[in-house]
């Protein structure tokens, strides 16, 4: 079978210039590629997540979710909050999924969530 050695989610970003501050300077992704009209952010290892300079965020944005796994929820809650980001929900506990997480609303309306697994048999961070 092929490999695949990395992951890519291209999203449209309406409000260009307030993603880029949210993506870099609030979240600290690592900017991999710039493109004419498009970025490329590292998020972990090789899983990256793409914006695209459009004129607007196709409806429903609530509908996509982008989930960021962190140990230290209650620490992004605190700097989202200094930004001035919009939270939805705050730090929470979610037993049906066994997840400690957070929502919060990035320029374009799409849901963040940052999550920290409760589950043993999770094998991630």
């Known amino acids: 079978m ?32 710039e493109q004419v009209d498009c970025v490329i952010y590292q998020v972990a290892g090789a899983g990256y997540l793409g914006f695209c300079q459009r004129a607007e965020t196709p409806q429903p944005a609530e509908r996509v979710i982008l989930t ?11 700097r989202l909050q200094a930004h001035g980001v919009e939270i939805a929900k705050s730090p929470t506990l979610n037993e049906r999924y066994q997840i400690y997480h957070l929502f919060a609303r990035d320029p374009n309306g799409y849901l963040i969530e940052i999550q920290r697994f409760e589950d043993p048999r999770w094998s991630g961070c």
Not at 6 to 21: D, G, H, Q
Not at 68 to 78: F, I, N, P, T
């Open 2 to 33: 092929p490999a695949i050695s990395e992951f890519i989610v291209f999203l449209p970003a309406p409000n260009w210039e307030a993603t880029r501050e949210f993506y870099e300077r609030i979240l600290g992704l690592r900017l991999a590629l």
């Open 68 to 78: 960021l796994v962190s140990r230290e929820v209650d620490e992004w809650h605190a």
